[in-house]
């Protein structure tokens, strides 16, 4: 087994693709030893000591290294977990399984609630995130999460490689935005959730 890594824009994130399927559907995000928890290979990602983030994806998992630490010396420990767990053919998740764990991709439990009214609107944002955003920030080693939508509002949330990353302000507010905005004009701005 071989596994490939891609730089993100996240200088601290760093994508490492293991040639077959990480998650069945949905994403997972870990900003926490204690939320790894749920996952044996996440826990020894952050067993580490040097990774404060860890991200499933579809076909990857992306690793987040502690401040001051150099990928020179982290990536072939992060190389060995991943080897070991894919060899071994690991589960991803201890008890209930990725089913009952992942956050499913078309996930909108967010953090407002809609209204009704906006119901086309909404369809129209959703719609536009999975097919033309979703793609291109898990190319980046993300995936950006629908928190809701008030008063011409759209709120979203980053995760992965692009949350902390010191492009994800300028990706909402130039690409997100002008995107949604072009497309939806019932949509003013975007904004961090």
Known sequence: MFIETETTPNPATLKFLPGQAVMQGGTRDFAS????????LAQALFDTGEVTGVFFGRDFVA??????????????????????????????????GA???????????????????D???????????ETRVRPAVANDGGDIRYRGFRDGVVYLAMQGACSGCPSSTATLKQGI???????VPEVTEVRAA
């Open 33 to 40: 030893p204690e939320e790894a928890e749920t996952s044996p």
């Open 63 to 96: 690793v987040t290294a502690a401040p001051g630490v150099e990928w020179s010396a982290l990536k072939p420990q992060v190389v060995a977990i991943l080897l070991d767990h894919f060899v071994s053919q690991a589960p991803l998740f201890t008890g209930g």
């Open 99 to 117: 089913a009952g764990i992942a956050v499913p991709a078309d996930d909108d439990d967010g953090d407002l609630a809609d209204n009704p009214a």
């Open 119 to 129: 119901a086309d609107i909404i369809s129209q944002i959703k719609e536009l995130l």
């Open 177 to 183: 935005e002008g995107l949604l905005r072009h497309y």
